[in-house]
DNA sequence: GATGAATGAGGGTTCATTCAT
DNA sequence: AATGAATGAACCCTCATTCAT
């Protein structure tokens, strides 16, 4: 699968993500990909068996370095608050880098199905780390105790929205700050006290 | 374009509506949809100009009737607060009911570009009036001072997210309840009073 | 009786050669003809068997039609050179109404190919008819004594020609007119005497 | 193994002038084409990019190869009845090496519309070449009075009905002999003197 | 290894024909 | 008889994939 020149296949990783970002899965043609990554069409297939496992390298690439940042965020010595804060502002870094990707994946039922089951099963992971936390916060009665799915998906709704809306839209504001604001709703609420 | 029956060319749109959200755009034949609406391929071109046209009337059809519930809930007298609980399980019933739509519209840049425009004045029109709403329980000093626009986007990313996951994947609850729930931690937050 | 039923298959049969000419049998649709007879599309086929049918009876009545006179001039006692001057005018009149369903034929090999012969047989009839026109010349001496064949042919490429140039591009003469002076070079050539 | 591109290219071209002379545009299907130059059906739009664009080219090809031969004969230094002479042998050549292709073109009015304008400047140039010949006769009072446009359509209308009948027909004699007497029936008509 | 010319399966669309009303 | 809604076979074109250089 992987050519003996890892420059290469990262080149086209790199164009592929930009390309499937902007036209979408099926209106990106290999050739628009190899072009942008400089290469021959012919050289995307010495490195990826298809355009469906250039499509996964592109998914896998960006969910290993977002779980590995949330890894570190989980790990790290904090109150649960403070934890969804520095979640809140990888999440919506990952966001503004990986544009509409994740949209692609739910829009595409087709794409990925073989991997999908994988990529779930990350997803599920972040989703567990991140409800890990907000049961911690339970458990020490700093936060109500709702039902933490329901939190968690909540969690990663306000963000995804917010940040779509904010930063791929509007460039106005930069992500710590708004991932701040969100998570401040998130965490106290609309109401007044 | 338009034949005369009304049923048929709305059978094709209902029809339309279950394979795109199952199959996706592209994946989704047009004789697949003329299967699933009972009619031959060619039927459908009696009632629409082209595959796109099907999708731009599903869309269409979805959001029209989306806006119209939701204006009623806005002009209801009601409280702030009671109104974005009606609004918040209107829009779990319109995800519920339209799947992955959205998701195929966002994720797939070239389909109903020409309409997009228009299709984004409509959210934003739907924005706007959630934005109203807000504004109005920010005047009465229910709602803290903070931006409308992000808490309109939160307000709909909480629905959208917990929507999806609650309902589509497991059906466990119904829409009014997992509505109530998610509104309450849009409301009062998650941390401790 | 004059049925209404004939009316129909003949307002059909005229339709249909407008139509024919002016788009060329391809591009031609069965409903584009219904339309312009006035008719519905189904009706066509209770008429003609077939949209290849219609095509058929169009070039029929033409040729009929054309042959009919041409027996008359042939028939009428006149010198082969008022003769061919007669069927001159006769051929001018019937490719300026008859435009370009000629070239149709001739240019769309598997139109009319089951009765192509028949058509050719017809063809080769007016053509027989005048070579006896030319035969009868050259015995009178009034000819020379040149290949019947080759003139024929010469006689109705010339006449077919310049019809086609005058008539139908420019009709700023009259089918006589110019017939007479086509004939004139026909009979007298270029070259002074 | 396979030759330069260029070689292809005109390979396909020649064999989409057999298939479009043999079925007409229509019926000639793609895969016909890329079949009959050995090459498969995507190729075809390798080197055009579409079958419209096919068929232009063939016409193109045949008619600047007509146009090259046709100024070759003009600037030779000649009397006009001999150029005349050779126009025809020319002319006889490519009606009987390119069929209908003529006759596609007018019978199909939709084809090459983007491009007639410029396909009838072309035989607009070849008729004002060989009527500049026969103005050139008549200035010399060689040749009669007559319109020369209707003169040269005469022309061409002998050598291509001719040619059609003669050489596509029977092949029992060669162009020139067959050019030839058509040529002495043009320039001294059938009348004995 | 790198390339891009060649390929053909697949699908959107048209329109001649049918048939229920 | 007359109609036109319904149909599906046919065909152009795209683009992922292959392979000879």
Chains 1, 2, 3, 4 share one sequence.
Not at 111 to 127: D, G, K, N, T
Request: with cysteine.
């Amino acid at each position: 699968m992987q050519g003996p020149d890892k420059d290469k296949g990262q080149a086209i990783i790199a164009a592929a993500k930009r390309i499937f970002a902007l036209h979408g899965y099926n209106q990106a043609r290999v050739e628009d990909i190899a072009q942008a990554a400089g290469v021959g069409k012919g050289t995307v297939y010495e490195y990826f068996s298809s355009k469906q496992a250039v499509f996964e390298q592109v998914v896998d690439a960006g969910m290993s370095q977002y779980m590995k940042g949330l890894e570190d965020e989980i790990r790290r010595d904090a109150s649960p608050a403070t934890k969804l804060r520095q979640i809140a502002v990888l999440h919506m870094k990952f966001v503004t880098n990986h544009q509409n990707l994740a949209n692609i994946i739910i829009a595409d039922p087709a794409i990925m199905s073989p991997h999908r089951a994988r990529l779930r099963e990350i997803c599920e992971q972040a989703q567990d780390m991140v409800a890990g936390v907000i049961e911690q916060g339970i458990r020490m009665e700093l936060f109500k105790a709702v039902d933490t799915l329901l939190a968690t998906q909540a969690f990663f709704g306000i963000l995804s929205s917010v940040g779509v809306s904010h930063l791929v839209r509007q460039q106005s504001r930069n992500p710590e700050e708004v991932a701040s604001l969100a998570v401040d709703l998130f965490l106290y609420g609309l109401v007044t006290a």
